[in-house]
Nanobody
Framework: QVQLVESGGGLVQAGGSLRLSCAAS????????MGWFRQVPGKEREFVAT????????YYADSIEGRFTISRDTTKNTVYLRMNSLKPEDTAVYYC??????????????????WGQGTQVTVSS
C-alpha cells in the first residue's frame, strides 16, 4: 500500500500562484509514476501532469498551457505541482495519484492504483 497526502491548496486570486505537495509513504518503492488530476463537481476527473520517479520524465495536459510545473524530490518521496498564472477555470479539487504500471500512458485515472484525499484550489476572478 502507498499512502498519499496532499497539501498546499487554498484560495488565490487570478494570476496568482500556488504550490501543491504530495507526500508518499508506505511501499513507495512500488510506485513508478506520480500524477496530478483535478475534478470539479459533475465532471470527470481530469489529467493535469505526471512524472516518473526514475528519470523524472514529465508529461502535461494541453490545457495547462505551460503554466504548471511538476517536480519530485526522491529523498522526501514528495511530488510537487507548481501552478502559476492561475485562472478561475483552474478551480477544482486536486488529487495526487501513484501508479505501479511500468508502461503505457499515465494520463488516464485508470492507470493509477493509489489516490490522495484531494486538496481544494479556488481561484477568484
Amino acid at each position: 500500500q502507498v499512502q498519499l497526502v496532499e497539501s498546499g491548496g487554498g484560495l488565490v486570486q487570478a494570476g496568482g500562484s500556488l504550490r501543491l505537495s504530495c507526500a508518499a509513504s508506505g511501499r513507495t518503492s512500488s510506485s513508478v509514476a506520480m500524477g496530478w488530476f483535478r475534478q470539479v463537481p459533475g465532471k470527470e476527473r481530469e489529467f493535469v501532469a505526471t512524472i516518473t520517479w526514475s528519470g523524472g520524465s514529465k508529461y502535461y495536459a494541453d490545457s495547462i498551457e505551460g503554466r504548471f510545473t511538476i517536480s519530485r524530490d526522491t529523498t522526501k518521496n514528495t511530488v510537487y505541482l507548481r501552478m502559476n498564472s492561475l485562472k478561475p477555470e483552474d478551480t477544482a479539487v486536486y488529487y495526487c495519484a501513484a501508479s505501479t504500471y511500468y508502461s503505457g500512458t499515465y494520463s488516464s485515472p485508470g492507470r493509477y492504483d493509489y489516490w490522495g484525499q484531494g486538496t481544494q484550489v479556488t481561484v477568484s476572478s
